[in-house]
């Protein structure tokens, strides 16, 4: 059973410093691997989606890698801003998504 | 393009009452998704279809859950009765297809279910 952990599970950061969430899963025998982004109340926003033929993602500020073998993902904010305050959730894709419990990001102004 | 459509929004009830909650689909996706979103957790499948067959429902508390797809378009996701425990966001996506090559999903905005 495929299990998807997110450190740390909350993170405060002063506006203009990068973010660095980590998420880890046990079974590297996986289709892709998302990025979400959840706001209070609301439902879930894709982020990135990296195959698993691919290394990394890239969209504007964000940046995601993916290293299968070692059952790793990183995604990367650059110059964070009080508006990327929001739960960071990573899902890895087998035959289904498996979610981790998410990393909540708050921004400092 | 319309996204996933989710009705209500909010809801509570009491403990041994019945609740139920609607999804309407992108149109054109064939797979739909029920994810139960506890407090503090990730979203756990529920129940999935593809048209309106069932492709997985093994984490579907069939004792008290029941969930249908007349015409493989909207759905329906019931509780009755319903527990303390079921207090969560249910979250109702969908995609293109299913299986294989992935497909990706899009996410409603959910409804919030609180137990009383």
């Known amino acids: 059973k495929q299990e998807v952990t997110q450190i740390p599970a909350a993170l405060s950061v002063p506006e203009g410093e990068n973010l660095v969430l980590n998420c880890s899963f046990t079974?590297?025998?996986?289709?892709?691997l998302q990025w979400f982004r959840q706001d209070p109340g609301k439902g879930l926003t894709s982020l990135l989606l990296?195959?698993?033929?691919?290394r990394e993602q890239t969209s504007g500020r964000l940046n995601a890698s993916l290293d299968k073998s070692s059952g790793r993902s990183t995604l990367y904010i650059a110059a964070s801003q009080p508006g990327d305050s929001a739960t960071y959730l990573c899902?890895?894709?087998?035959?289904?998504?498996?979610f981790g419990a998410g990393t909540t990001v708050t921004v400092r102004a | 393009e319309a996204g996933v459509a989710q009705s209500p929004r909010y809801k509570i009830i009491e403990k041994r009452q019945s609740v139920a909650f609607w999804c309407n689909p992108i149109?054109?996706?064939?797979?739909l998704y029920w994810y139960q979103q506890i407090l503090g957790q990730g979203p756990k499948l529920l129940i999935q279809?593809?048209?309106?067959?069932?492709?997985?429902d093994s984490q579907l508390p069939k004792d008290r859950f029941s969930a249908e797809r007349l015409k493989g378009v909207d759905s329906t996701l019931k509780i009755q009765p319903a527990k303390l425990e079921d207090s969560a966001v249910y979250l109702c996506?969908?995609?293109?297809?299913?299986?294989?090559?992935?497909?990706?999903?899009?996410f409603g905005p959910g409804t919030r279910l609180t137990v009383l």
């Open positions: 996506a969908s995609s293109l297809g299913a299986g294989g090559e992935y497909n990706e999903q899009f």
């Open positions: 079974d590297s025998a996986i289709y892709n």
């Open positions: 990296i195959q698993s033929s691919q």
């Open positions: 899902a890895v894709v087998d035959y289904k998504l498996s």
């Open positions: 149109s054109g996706h064939a797979t």
């Open positions: 279809f593809q048209n309106n067959g069932v492709v997985d």
